[in-house]
């Protein structure tokens, strides 16, 4: 007998339709030959939607709220984590126009740069104007998340962007970032060293800097006596055993410490592995606030002033210093980065690149033999909506997640420059 005809299956055809043709062949099969075939569809294979739980997994993975300052709040800040996503809108502000572009691409989501709750609310109402955000995007059904110093602090965030837009290499961080590292120790039996060592990576741990899957390992005995309930791995219960043991160390970042320790439970053979966490003091150079290398050659400050114009796509600048003493050495922070002065003066810096520059910042800039371009807080961070975008977009494919990016065209610099 040949084998049973199937009906017709086009690119249209949903998962549940595959899935009938799938119990088709299982019945026919079955009765044809009275034992139980299995038809992989591999194509027909149900895609899970998308939720919003997924997309701040997304973002957290590279720019982990443990990233953001104390003062800052990040994260969802509206919505059901969920509630299914198939659209993103990625803007630096949530305002009305923000709302309106949203509403009309039919958005599940806003990732914007700035976040719309900041200080506690006493109260939500029409007669507020952060309130009424609020309360339109909850009758939208659209969620809010914010990507703010986390996004500024991150390998490959905001201000790398900015460095590479103001020809800045060999960009690093102008202050290094006091995020949460761990020191993890585990004691290991002889010959399982590279299993737990190998799930403990796979987890996220021994990352440091650029290089990952930093680790140490040195030889010891170690001593324990099972208990008369245990089903030890090694020794008997009620006798001393001394094992030879490896004492194998690594590094562990805060927003990993969870799901490391759980698959190093996994992975060790004892019922009860002996590991130690130690919180460690360590300042992470590789991640934190601004950015500070070299431009390719010396510029004067006037023609630097000009290139920075000209790449962040504005007709305001204002300078501090004297137009044409020659600058090389860059610090760079998007938004409000007069906070960073005397770490830009402290590393040799010429010129700080930022934006609202207060007069008094302008002051202690003059005295420190530090020249300012004050390129305004929208121009130096409207960048994030691009680099935010490709960036998720990228990540999303890896993960095969449905979801798509769009980025904001909304978005204006709320300031307007008049020349006499």
């Not at 443990?66 to 509630?83: F, K, T």
């Not at 099972?226 to 030890?232: D, L, N, R």
Request: hydrophobic fraction near 45%; charged fraction near 20%; glycine fraction near 8%.
């Amino acid at each position: 007998m040949g084998p049973p005809s199937l009906p017709k299956v086009t690119h249209e055809s949903n998962c549940t339709a595959a899935e009938d043709i799938f119990n088709l062949v299982i019945k026919e099969s079955a009765t044809a030959t009275g034992k139980l075939h299995f038809l992989f569809l591999g194509s027909m294979k149900r895609r899970n939607p998308a939720r919003i739980q997924d997309l701040i997994g997304l973002i957290h993975t590279d720019y982990p709220p443990a990233l953001a300052e104390d003062w800052d709040n990040v994260g969802l800040q509206v919505g059901d984590p969920a509630a299914p996503l198939e659209r993103v809108l990625i803007a630096l502000d949530v305002t009305e126009a923000t709302l309106a572009e949203a509403e009309s691409c039919n958005v599940q989501a806003i990732i914007a740069h700035h976040p719309l709750i900041f200080r506690p609310l006493k109260s939500v109402t029409p007669l507020d104007p952060n309130s009424r955000l609020l309360m339109r995007a909850i009758s939208a059904n659209i969620a809010i998340i914010a990507a703010h110093t986390n996004l500024d602090c991150g390998a490959d965030g905001l201000n790398d962007w900015l460095a590479t837009r103001l020809g800045i290499e060999d960009a690093q961080p102008l202050q290094g970032a006091a995020l949460p590292l761990y020191k993890l120790v585990v004691y290991v039996p002889v010959g399982h060293q590279q299993a737990v060592e190998s799930a403990l990576f796979a987890a996220g741990a021994g990352t440091i800097g650029a290089y990952d899957h930093c680790s140490f390992a040195s030889a010891g005995t170690g001593r324990f006596r099972p208990g008369a309930t245990s089903t030890p791995f090694i020794g008997t219960a009620g006798q001393d055993s001394t094992p030879a043991e490896i004492r194998l160390e690594t590094i562990v970042s805060a927003e990993c410490v969870t799901k490391v320790i759980d698959k190093l439970r996994k992975a060790h053979p004892y019922e009860e592995p002996a590991y130690d966490l130690f919180l460690l003091q360590n300042r992470r150079n590789d991640l934190g606030l601004g950015r500070i290398g070299r431009l390719p050659q010396a510029l004067s400050l006037h023609d630097y002033a000009r290139q920075i114009a000209a790449a962040l796509g504005t007709n305001s600048l204002r300078l501090v210093g004297d137009p044409q003493r020659l600058v090389r050495k860059v610090a760079c922070c998007g938004g409000s980065g007069t906070s960073l002065l005397f770490a830009a003066q402290r590393q040799g810096a010429d010129l700080l690149v930022t934006g609202d520059v207060k007069y008094h910042d302008a002051r202690n800039a003059l005295d420190l033999g530090l020249a300012l371009v004050d390129a305004g807080h929208f121009a130096t961070e409207v960048l994030m909506v691009a680099g935010l975008a490709g960036k998720l977009r990228v990540a999303a494919q890896a993960r095969q997640l449905p979801v798509e990016f769009i980025e904001s065209t909304s978005g204006q610099d709320p300031f307007l420059s008049i020349i006499p």
